[in-house]
T-cell receptor
Framework: EDKVVQSPLSLVVHEGDTVTLNCSYE??????LLWYKQEKKAPTFLFML????IEKKSGRLSSILDKKELFSILNITATQTGDSAVYLC??????????????FGKGTKLSVIP | ETGVTQTPRHLVMGMTNKKSLKCEQH?????MYWYKQSAKKPLELMFV???????ENNSVPSRFSPECPNSSHLFLHLHTLQPEDSALYLC????????????????FGEGSRLTVL
């Protein structure tokens, strides 16, 4: 059974801190890893990673994938209160017969306090 | 605003009621999904429709019945639910069922918060 584990489950930091969120996975027929930010209800897409060692960057957020060690990290530098959210990691894998399955982790709840 | 609209946003129903959740997208996407999000659990995929055809049904109880009349609309019909079915039900869409490159990411709706009494 495919498994995605995120750590920590929750994190409280002060504005300006840098945080690193972790996502490890065990899946068969890995295709891609995705990060989402869920503030209130609707998760919004952050990054899709398919290749090892290539950093994806968007403003203060960056992410990298290690397909050998089966994990990804999401970094947020100079955190702001608006970064407070649940960060979801999901792994896409082939599930046979041309179909694909997306398995989500439980998420990391980040709280940034002023 | 992600382009995926869900109604109602909140729903309270008894175990003997029949209700429906509605999802609408005008993004020109070909695949639509229902996910269940319970407290302290990962998002669970329930159903996937690709070009109006159901392609995934992840062992969901028959008291949940999806319907996809066209590529822009997706329904989840609910009947004789249990209290443990209380959760946030998220609809999502993507350009293709297969998450192909940057265009394949999921766009989620705001969700329908369901409470079963």
């Amino acid at each position: 059974e495919d498994k995605v584990v995120q750590s920590p489950l929750s994190l409280v930091v002060h504005e300006g801190d840098t945080v690193t969120l972790n996502c490890s996975y065990e899946v068969t027929n890995f295709r891609s890893l995705l990060w989402y930010k869920q503030e209130k209800k609707a998760p919004t897409f952050l990054f899709m990673l398919t290749s090892s060692g290539i950093e994806k960057k968007s403003g203060r957020l960056s992410s990298i994938l290690d397909k050998k060690e089966l994990f990804s990290i999401l970094n947020i530098t100079a955190t702001q209160t608006g970064d407070s959210a649940v960060y979801l990691c999901a792994v896409e894998a082939h599930s046979g017969a041309g179909s694909y399955q997306l398995t989500f982790g439980k998420g990391t709840k980040l709280s940034v306090i002023p | 605003e992600t382009g995926v609209t869900q109604t109602p946003r909140h729903l309270v129903m008894g175990m003997t009621n029949k209700k429906s959740l509605k999802c609408e997208q005008h993004l020109g996407h070909n695949a639509m999904y229902w996910y269940k999000q319970s407290a302290k659990k990962p998002l669970e995929l329930m159903f996937v429709y690709s070009l109006e055809e159901r392609v995934e049904n992840n062992s969901v109880p028959s008291r949940f019945s999806p319907e996809c009349p066209n590529s822009s609309h997706l329904f989840l019909h609910l009947h004789t639910l249990q209290p443990e079915d209380s959760a946030l039900y998220l609809c999502a869409s993507s350009l293709f069922h297969r998450l192909a490159g940057e265009e394949g990411e999921l766009f989620f709706g705001e969700g329908s918060r369901l409470t079963v009494l």
